[in-house]
């Protein structure tokens, strides 16, 4: 989820009822403790691969996330001492606990259990940008800041809209998944829409490759379809650049990894990327590349898309 999301959820946390006994130094405190999951995030500073192995990891976890919540709020203690430790607690307990619900809700996923299991979860109900829930989180929370009289009301009002809203999507895709594994059979995905919360992605795959579908809900049709066939005739660029650290770092973080091969200049460009990312700018940065000569010889590799490229074949 975006940080203006995250930034209101501490504002709505705070106002509902810690603000009232405990004074305005609640917002502050609970917009900070929501941000400490992203943490993660200083690691682009280290490089891509560093990014890759850490984001929605060991920060994002149940586990570490409520011992770093803990340990914020004995720092906060220092500086606001008349506030009890316990309501600290709570506060931080919440704003952190609140960002990883939101995280789990989106396609990215988190590793919720870490380090007892590196599996990541996803609901799959909204995208890591949801305009709706964002804007409605953002009026919520200025309403509760503005208007200080019902500031509890107003965070109430915001929580609860937020929860109807989920519920719903969680059952719009409940039974999307339902339909299309009845008529498809079971290898099918339903996603949230990258461009329109009123739209939802179907994916389905077979042994020549995956579909891509965007089903309007407003117009009840199939908004846009896409075929992504599987690179048969380069097999061999597909396994050597598979086997690349970059290559597998996406694969093994990717909802639905799609390889591309494509064909430059001077030989053949293997690009290793996550189907989920298609149609965002994300696109680019979730993929890994390798580029072979056309007698085979691997000249480099790395993240991105090369500006190499010129034309795509599969």
């Known amino acids: 989820m975006d940080w203006f999301s995250h930034g209101f959820a501490g504002v709505l946390v705070a106002s509902s009822g810690f603000e009232k006994h405990y004074g305005p130094w609640c917002i502050p405190i609970c917009v900070a403790a929501s941000f400490i999951p992203d943490l993660d995030n200083l690691a682009i500073l280290l490089g891509r691969p560093r990014y890759y192995r850490v984001h929605r990891q060991f920060s994002h976890s149940v586990p570490v996330a409520l011992v770093l919540a803990l340990a914020a709020a004995f720092a906060f203690s220092f500086f606001f001492p008349g506030i009890p430790l316990w ?44 305009y709706f829930l964002a804007g409605w989180m953002g009026i919520a929370g ?8 019902i500031a509890q009301p107003a965070a109430i009002v915001g929580f609860a809209v937020v929860a109807v809203y989920l519920l719903v999507r969680f059952s719009i ?3 999307l998944l339902s339909i299309e594994r009845m008529v498809r059979g079971g290898n099918v ?18 042994r020549r490759g995956y579909e891509l579908r965007e089903v309007s809900l407003v117009r009840g049709r199939v908004k846009r379809a896409r075929w992504f066939p ?14 690349l650290r970059e290559a597998r770092l996406v694969i093994s973080r990717a909802r639905l990894p799609y390889a591309r091969v494509v064909e430059t200049v001077g ?13 965002r700018r994300e696109w680019g940065f979730f993929t890994a590349y390798a580029q072979f000569s056309k007698d085979g010889t691997l000249i480099s590799h790395g993240f991105g898309i090369p500006r190499i490229i010129r034309t795509y074949r599969h």
């Open 267 to 279: 030989g053949e460009v293997v690009l290793w990327q996550d189907l989920l990312f298609f149609w």
């Open 142 to 149: 200025v309403a509760a800041l503005v208007f200080r009289g």
């Open 87 to 130: 309501a600290l607690s709570l506060m931080c307990i919440f704003s952190v606990g609140f960002h990883l619900f939101l995280d789990w809700c989106t396609t990215f996923g988190t590793a919720l259990l870490l380090p007892f299991s590196s599996r990541r979860f996803s609901l799959d109900l909204v995208g890591n940008n949801d």
């Open 173 to 175: 895709r409940g039974t």
């Open 189 to 206: 995905w339903v996603f949230p829409s990258m461009t329109s919360a009123l739209s939802w992605r179907i994916f389905s795959r077979d």
């Open 230 to 243: 599987f690179p048969t005739r380069h097999r061999k660029w597909v396994r050597r650049a598979a086997s």
